[in-house]
Structure formats: C-alpha cells, structure tokens
C-alpha cells in the first residue's frame, strides 16, 4: 500500500485553521475544510497551542443551548 504524499502547512491553512478553532469549529469540520485527516488536524492545532474544544465540552454546551431555547418559549 503507497504511502500518501505528506502535504505541507501553508501560512494561509494555519490561519484558516486558527479562525476555525477560534470561531469554535469541531475538529471534524475544520479537517473537512482544510481537506486534511482528522488527527492531522488535531495534532497541528494542538502543536500551536490552540487545541480543538473536546467532544464533552461542546456536547455541554449545546445542552446548555437547548436548554435556553426551550426556556424562551410561551408557556
């Protein structure tokens, strides 16, 4: 089986990459946009010291979403 060619870094793609950890993008969606492998994702936002959000803190924070949204609503 061929190894696949090892794409480099771009300044751009590290700055696409900061504004998608910033802007509170998974790591999944961010490995998506960069049309890169997911752990390769990971590993370049951890090496910048910008790590993705994990799964827990962004699961706690949509129940926290839906728990407002349903807060607003008539009674």
């Known amino acids: 089986m061929p190894m696949k060619k090892k794409t480099l870094w771009s300044d751009r793609d590290i700055e696409r ?3 998608l950890v910033a ?3 998974s790591a999944v ?7 890169r492998g997911l752990a390769v994702t990971k590993n ?3 090496d910048l ?3 993705f959000r994990s ?6 924070d949509r129940k ?4 407002n949204s349903t807060d607003c609503g008539p009674r």
């Open 49 to 51: 010291g910008i790590p």
């Open 64 to 67: 926290r979403m839906f728990q």
């Open 29 to 35: 969606r961010a490995s998506v946009a960069l049309k």
């Open 17 to 19: 990459l900061k504004v």
């Open 55 to 60: 799964e827990a803190e962004m699961k706690e």
């Open 23 to 25: 802007s509170g993008a």
């Open 44 to 46: 370049k936002a951890r």
